[in-house]
């Protein structure tokens, strides 16, 4: 909030007294190079070099645990089927309405129902709604 408020306080004129009393805090920036030479070559030994091995069998940031190591990926068959279906496109409402409500499947009418709620109850929010 106070962020805000000094942002747009820089593009007013204000003598110069006052602007001493408004502090204003600015962000540092790291810079990208060391300057003399000495951090570069110890910066690029520092990363970890990984092979190719270990890129194909390791999912490697999902160990959310202090303590263990990263899982390692496993076939297809070890996973649940809902996995598989959490990518696919769900249909939207106007592609809901078209289709004929009597043949959808299950899934697609709760889908339907709850959109189509969405949809009047904002309608009616927007005729109601003070101007």
Do not use: C
């Amino acid at each position: 909030m106070a962020m805000s408020w000094t942002r747009g306080i820089k593009h007013v004129v204000v003598p110069r007294h006052a602007a001493q009393l408004v502090e204003t805090r600015g962000l540092a920036i790291a810079s990208k190079a060391k300057k003399g030479g000495k951090g570069g070559a110890a910066d690029a030994a520092k990363t970890p070099a990984l092979t190719k091995e270990l890129k194909s069998t390791t999912v490697f940031g999902a160990n959310i645990l202090k303590e263990g190591s990263d899982p390692k990926i496993q076939p297809d068959s070890e996973y649940p089927e809902w996995l598989w279906s959490l990518l696919n496109k769900r249909p939207v409402l106007s592609e809901l309405r078209r289709k004929d409500a009597k043949t959808l499947p299950y899934e697609y009418l709760k889908r339907f129902v709850k959109l189509d709620n969405r949809s009047r109850i904002k309608e009616n929010n927007a005729l109601t709604a003070k101007n």
